[in-house]
Every structure is written in structure tokens, then in C-alpha cells.
């Protein structure tokens, strides 16, 4: 199969399929995740979503009994064989449904990633934490707060804090599973707006159960469902003109 030019396709997946154990999650998926675009991953609960997510970025590495054959290129290199796991996953961050901010201040929830980088100086760590927390929209509500406990935040605004802890490792992805679920409609549209500012700069890769989020922010959308890819288009085009019945059922709410 040709591979795809990596400048204008962050990932591309080439007949993936993963199992735990004997249990097959994950059926020959191919598609390629175009650049600095949204892609909204929809589906009914268990169809793999998450395990997919997960894939892009080695989080199943840690799951015991999890295999997984095919092939995943990052831009350009083959993930299970040309790219260090732990790289990796400075390169593709992840943002989960439920904000997971570190027991720490609002400042070293930020500045962990970059320390661990072997990141020191603190006139450095200072510009990176105002940047990512800038970029994540939460500077002006938290650059008071800098060194008190994230865990004093409102949900909301832990979940962009996240965000910005992802943004200071200097990912050229973002992962998303979820990541609006555990909040309130005006939060919700915060992280909206948030991801279609970040889309300039990053891949986004976002799992939603919500059809009205897919529309609005996404470019493209991967219908899944048990295990496979059973379309994956436009996000216009799939909204408007699916052309799987089960995929026009799913979005019209009639199951899942
Ligand atoms: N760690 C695991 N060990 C064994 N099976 C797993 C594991 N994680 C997920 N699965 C199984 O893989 C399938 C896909 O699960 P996954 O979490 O990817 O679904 P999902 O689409 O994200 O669902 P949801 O919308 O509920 O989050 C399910 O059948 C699930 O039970
Ligand atoms: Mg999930």
C-alpha cells in the first residue's frame, strides 16, 4: 500500500488490528488522520474508540494480554518499530474524560512535562508554563493561582488545565477521549473553542458520543462499530449523506 505523505497526514494506519487476549477489539483498521484537522471518532459504547485512541500513541503498551498487528506511521515513521514509546508520547498527548490533574500547583502540573524533559532553568519553565497556560486559554483565570493546588479548580478548568500540561511537552498531537463528558455546556463549549484555535497548530484526534460536538468542531469523522471502521468521510458529508445505513441509524439516534 502507498504510504502517505506525512507532511499532510499525521498518521497513517494500515490494516490494525488489536486483540486483549483472544478478543479481537480493533478489525483491520486503515485510515489516514489528516494534519491540522479534527477528526471526531463516534460510535456506540465498547465498538473500540477508546482502544483506538489509545493505539496512536502506545497507551496500550501498559495492558497486559494486549497485542496488536498492522502498522501505525507518525508522521512518517512506523510507531511499534521506528519510535521510542516514551517519545512517542511526548509528541501525541492525551487529554481523558475526567480532568487528572497531579495533587500539585497549578504551575508544577504544567512545568512537569518540560522538567522531565530535563527542563531546569526557571526563567525557561516560567515561559513555558505562561505560553501553554495562554494557549489553553486559562492564563487570565489562573495566573493568580499559579502556586496553589490544581485540585482547588473547577472541573472545567481542570480540563484545560490538562490541556495546557499536555501543550508544554510540545506535542504535534492532541488526544481527546471524551474530554467534555464530565462537564457543564459553557466549559464544554470552552474546550470547543479550544480545539478549533488548536487545530492551527496541532492534530486533533477527539472521541465524542455527542453528535451535535462531532458537527461542530470535527473536519472528519470515523464512524466504528464493533471493532471496525465502518465509515469515515467528511464531517459534512457524513451528517448529510451517509453512505452506511448503520452509520445514518447511529447519528439519527436511532441506536447506541
Ligand atoms: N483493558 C482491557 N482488557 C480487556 N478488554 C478490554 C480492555 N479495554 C477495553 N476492552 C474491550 O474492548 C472493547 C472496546 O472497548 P473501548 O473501551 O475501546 O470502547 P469505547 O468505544 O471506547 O466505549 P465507550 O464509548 O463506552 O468508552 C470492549 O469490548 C471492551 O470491553
Ligand atoms: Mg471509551
Known amino acids: 500500500m502507498a504510504k502517505a505523505d506525512p507532511v499532510e497526514y499525521t498518521f497513517d494506519v494500515n490494516?490494525?488490528?488489536?486483540?486483549?487476549?483472544?478478543?479481537?477489539?480493533?478489525?483491520?483498521?486503515?485510515?489516514?488522520?489528516?494534519?491540522?484537522?479534527?477528526?471526531?471518532?463516534?460510535?456506540?459504547?465498547?465498538?473500540?474508540?477508546?482502544?483506538?485512541?489509545?493505539?496512536?500513541?502506545?497507551?496500550?503498551?501498559?495492558?497486559?494480554?494486549c497485542h496488536v498487528t498492522g502498522?501505525?506511521?507518525?508522521?512518517?515513521?512506523?510507531?511499534?518499530?521506528?519510535?521510542?514509546?516514551?517519545?512517542?508520547?511526548?509528541?501525541?498527548?492525551?487529554?481523558?474524560?475526567?480532568?487528572?490533574?497531579f495533587p500539585k500547583s497549578v504551575f508544577e502540573n504544567v512545568a512537569y512535562g518540560p522538567r522531565i524533559q530535563g527542563i531546569s532553568n526557571k526563567k525557561e519553565l516560567e515561559e513555558i508554563?505562561?505560553?501553554?497556560?495562554?494557549?489553553?486559554?486559562?492564563?487570565?483565570?489562573?495566573?493568580?493561582r499559579l502556586h496553589q493546588s490544581a485540585l482547588g479548580l473547577s472541573g472545567g478548568q481542570q480540563q484545560r488545565l490538562c490541556i495546557a500540561r499536555t501543550l508544554a511537552a510540545r506535542p504535534s498531537v492532541i488526544l481527546m477521549d471524551e474530554p467534555t463528558s464530565a462537564l457543564d455546556p459553557i466549559s464544554t463549549q470552552k474546550i470547543e473553542d479550544l480545539a478549533l484555535e488548536l487545530k492551527e497548530k496541532y492534530t486533533?484526534?477527539?472521541?465524542?458520543?455527542?453528535?451535535?460536538?462531532?458537527?461542530?468542531?470535527?473536519?472528519?469523522?470515523?464512524?466504528?462499530?464493533?471493532?471496525?471502521?465502518?465509515?469515515?468521510?467528511?464531517?459534512?458529508?457524513?451528517?448529510?449523506?451517509?453512505?452506511?445505513p448503520k452509520t445514518e441509524e447511529y447519528i439519527t439516534g436511532r441506536f447506541g
Open 15 to 65: 490494516g490494525l488490528d488489536l486483540y486483549y487476549d483472544q478478543t479481537q477489539a480493533l478489525k483491520d483498521i486503515s485510515m489516514k488522520i489528516q494534519k491540522n484537522q479534527i477528526t471526531a471518532l463516534i460510535g456506540p459504547s465498547g465498538c473500540g474508540k477508546s482502544t483506538f485512541i489509545k493505539t496512536l500513541n502506545r497507551m496500550n503498551d501498559w495492558i497486559e494480554g
Open 71 to 101: 502498522q501505525i506511521l507518525f508522521e512518517g515513521k512506523d510507531i511499534f518499530k521506528e519510535v521510542d514509546s516514551l517519545a512517542l508520547r511526548y509528541r501525541v498527548g492525551m487529554v481523558f474524560q475526567q480532568p487528572t490533574p
Open 129 to 144: 508554563v505562561e505560553q501553554s497556560l495562554r494557549q489553553a486559554a486559562c492564563w487570565d483565570e489562573m495566573k493568580d
Open 204 to 244: 486533533i484526534v477527539i472521541v465524542t458520543h455527542s453528535m451535535q460536538q462531532a458537527r461542530r468542531i470535527s473536519d472528519k469523522t470515523a464512524f466504528f462499530l464493533l471493532g471496525e471502521l465502518l465509515e469515515f468521510n467528511d464531517t459534512i458529508e457524513m451528517f448529510t449523506n451517509p453512505s452506511n
